[in-house]
């Protein structure tokens, strides 16, 4: 099926399953345990072995000695498996870092070396008899001595390196109000709670791989060139993912060693990465360095903006592009917006939960809350005064949908914005200092090709494959949802099976396109049903309905049962009118803050996001999204610190008890609100994602109301204690 102009009039127009608050259909399973997480499979291969991986002790350099005959001669011991006597395995387009094979070192904890035992402890205790030399060599760990050095690199989420408009120079330089400061944000793990974790089975030339992947098809084609072999030859199935936030986006050693593990032992081998490894070993988000330079006329409407910023990476690696919302939020003729990257030899920076945005807002939206109290300008009215007709970025393009207005003006009612005192530090509850922020927010709202295939029983039953997956988000609720409008039948009349490679391609869980292209998808396959059915019927599809278990066209009626069994399969591709526009999704963040006058602990007391993507499509899972995004942009701007140790190369904390993050008691009530939006040229659902803007400003708004409450500006992410106890007002 082929969207290639704005939907007019679709079969989802008038809902009654989509938008509707659902419960998720897979939360049973998950809620009494039977839901099958992938190292918790133990029926769907018989034989399974253990794997353990051993990690590399240096940043960077070469193995010298491997010592394995300790290792091999251990109790339960079936295979060893190590660098120094293996090949380096493929390369593939979705990662940097070498995943296994050879004597060369590119970062600390790189795998090299698994054994494979009859028990989890026997492969754990022989890893531990492997001893290995090396021969180190110097590397590159702080992002702030080599930033001198950084060259222009690709953003990773928009297709320019560097855009310039008009003259940023000299427009900053002329403007009557300027603004010049820098922020920064360190490294950050994914820290998700289902560690990587693969299970894997060779039978004659095919692989089968039970897996956590966020990516099916992603994942399937990448493992073939890391293994050279056919992709046709290779199974992933996916079903239910403990977490992922882009960590499990791609393939990690550990599906690359139970492949070879399973090779080496003829039999199964699972493997779940070891929570130390999976800082070390897998990707995090790079630390970053954000200069924004603002320029304004007197009233505060900007007339040059500048964004720069500077992050690191392993050789081929992205950057952590934190200027890719300042392209789109806020009008000027004059803009400089760069993405800088330089050589680190810490472990593989990749993509995060908002990759490049999440971060970005963090330095952008607290550099429009200085220069609004420079102008004497309440934060919200400055940027409602510098709202753009057209992308500013790219003025060629018009807003497909946007209602950043909207989301400020009703946040602030909602909020009791009216009731903020300017002056910082003039609100007190007792011992904490009270303050309010707020921060606009953009996320992209991309959208890619879907496919999936929709079968109907002759029972009137409903069952939707496709590869997509659900990574805690709602995947299998709003595609159950999804196909029940569409073929008009009950929601319990709908079964879902997600995450197997043998299924149609879809988009995959994200960049905050997963929902909007997934439901493309299954809507395609479902328009191809309906035609099939009507057919079938001697109706007209174009003019038939579909409900409540029924076909009706004119005064024909019919059993749906009557038309099963029949299957469909559809696809959802794009026209380049979408070209002309800028998709995006918007939010206004608010949050309320407590700082204690005496120690500096920060306490949310409160937050709210207004925001607009477009129809939802389960309010209630969207509002989930929403709200957990909202406590990792929590995490972000008060607490998460990847600490690296500049003198060896690796992440210090590299566990749940070193690396904070946001627990119940850190997170006070939060509110969230969609605006009644549709946007006719993202799909026929006109439905966006919503994900990623949930993380996108609230931190900022953290920070701004931090300096409200204190009148302390804190610029050097998270904001600890540390920073602020020393230059808190009096107590007295």
Same mark, same amino acid.
């Given at each position: ?32 345990? !039977? ?19 051993? /990690?590399?002790?240096?940043? $960077?350099?070469?193995? !010298? ?11 339960? *011991? ?22 296994? /094979? ?12 698994? *054994?494979?035992?009859?028990?989890? %402890? ?16 110097? #590397? ?17 989420? *928009? ?143 900007? @007339? ?9 990476? @392993? ?45 970005? &807002? ?18 919200? %009215? ?7 007709? $057209? ?13 950043? *207005? ?78 029940? %409008? ?69 005064? !024909? ?30 939010? #206004? ?33 969207? $509002? ?29 904390? &590299?566990?749940?008890?070193?690396? %904070?993050?946001?627990? &119940?008691?850190?997170?006070? &009530? ?22 990623? @803007? ?39």
């Amino acid at each position: 099926m082929k969207f290639d102009a704005p939907a007019g009039k679709t079969i989802v127009d008038d809902p009654t399953v989509i938008g509707k608050s659902t419960r998720r259909i897979d939360g049973p399973r998950k809620t009494t345990g !039977t839901a099958p997480y992938a190292y918790e499979r133990h029926d769907v291969v018989s034989g399974q072995a253990y794997g353990y991986i051993v /990690g590399s002790a240096i940043a $960077r350099g070469r193995i !010298t000695a491997m010592n394995l005959d300790a290792a091999r001669k251990a109790p339960g *011991v079936i295979a060893v498996i190590a660098a120094t006597e293996t090949e380096p395995v493929g390369t593939s387009p979705f990662n940097t870092a070498p995943l296994f /094979g050879g004597r060369d070192i590119a970062h600390y904890h790189q795998a090299i070396a698994c *054994v494979v035992a009859e028990t989890f %402890e026997q492969a754990r205790a022989a890893a531990a008899l492997i001893r290995t030399t090396y021969d180190r060599d110097a #590397g590159d760990y702080d992002l702030a001595k080599v930033k001198d050095g950084a060259k222009i690199a690709p953003g990773w989420s *928009v297709p320019e390196d560097i855009q310039r408009n008009g003259n940023f120079a000299e427009a900053y330089a002329a403007a009557p109000v300027q603004l010049d400061q820098t922020y920064t944000t360190p490294d950050e793990a994914h820290a998700m709670m289902e560690p990587f974790a693969t299970i894997a089975a060779w039978e004659g030339d095919k692989l089968t791989l039970w897996t956590s992947n966020q990516m099916i098809n992603w994942s399937k084609r990448a493992l073939a060139s890391i293994l050279k072999m056919p992709a046709e030859n290779i199974r992933l199935d996916s079903p239910f993912i403990g977490g992922g936030f882009g960590g499990k986006l791609f393939i990690r050693a550990d599906a690359v060693l139970a492949a070879l593990g399973a090779k080496a032992a003829g039999r199964p081998v699972k493997i779940a990465m070891q929570r130390p490894l999976m800082f070390n070993n897998a990707t995090h988000r790079p630390a970053t360095i954000q200069r924004v330079r603002i320029g304004t006329d007197a009233d505060g409407r900007i @007339l040059a903006m500048g964004h720069e910023c500077w992050s690191g990476n @392993l050789p081929g690696g992205s950057a952590e592009n934190g200027a890719a919302q300042t392209r789109a939020l806020y009008s000027g003729p004059d803009n400089l917006t760069v993405s800088y990257i330089s050589r680190l030899d810490l472990p593989e920076g990749n993509a995060m939960r908002a990759p490049g945005e999440a971060v970005g &807002h963090l330095a952008l939206e607290v550099a429009m809350d200085e220069l609004a109290e420079k102008l004497g300008l309440d934060p919200i %009215e400055f940027r409602l005064r510098n709202e753009p007709e $057209r992308m500013p970025g790219d003025p060629s393009k018009r807003f497909s949908g946007r209602h950043l *207005v909207e989301c400020l003006r009703e946040g602030a009612d909602r909020f009791g914005w009216s009731a903020r005192q300017s002056r910082p530090a003039s609100v007190r509850d007792g011992r904490w200092l009270v303050g309010m922020g707020v921060a606009a927010g953009y996320r992209g709202a991309p959208i890619t090709k879907s496919a999936a295939r929709v079968s109907l029983d002759n029972a009137g039953r409903v069952r939707v494959e496709t590869d997509m997956t659900d990574i805690g988000t709602g995947s299998y609720t709003i595609i159950a949802q999804t196909a029940a %409008e569409c073929i008009g039948v009950p929601l319990d009349q709908v079964r879902v099976d997600l995450g197997d490679s043998r299924s149609p391609v879809s988009s995959g869980s994200g960049g905050q396109w997963g929902a909007a292209s997934s439901t493309a998808g299954v809507y395609a396959a479902c328009v191809e049903l309906r035609r099939m059915v009507a057919e079938k019927f001697g109706m007209n599809a174009d003019t038939a309905r579909f409900e409540g278990g029924r076909v009706v066209d004119g005064k !024909t009626r019919r059993r749906l049962a009557e038309a099963g069994p029949l299957s469909a399969e559809g696809q959802m591709d794009y026209g380049d009118f979408q070209n002309d526009y800028d998709m995006g999704t918007y939010a #206004g963040h608010f949050a309320e803050v407590g700082v204690d006058a005496y120690t500096g602990e920060v306490r949310i007391r409160r937050m709210l996001a207004v925001c607009d993507a477009g129809r939802i499509l389960n309010p209630l899972s969207a $509002r989930s999204q929403v709200i957990g995004a909202m406590v990792m942009s929590a995490g972000s701007a008060l607490m998460e610190d990847l600490v690296v140790d500049k003198r060896f190369g690796f992440f210090v904390n &590299h566990d749940l008890a070193g690396y %904070e993050v946001p627990v &119940h008691a850190d997170i006070p &009530h939060q509110e969230v609100v969609f605006l009644d939006t549709l946007d006719d040229v993202i799909s026929p659902l006109k439905a966006k994602g919503v994900g990623e @803007l949930g993380i996108c400003g609230p931190g900022a708004a953290i920070a701004n109301a931090v300096y409200n409450a204190t009148g302390v500006r804190v610029r050097d992410y998270p904001i600890t204690l540390d920073k602020l106890i020393d230059k808190l007002p009096d107590v007295a």
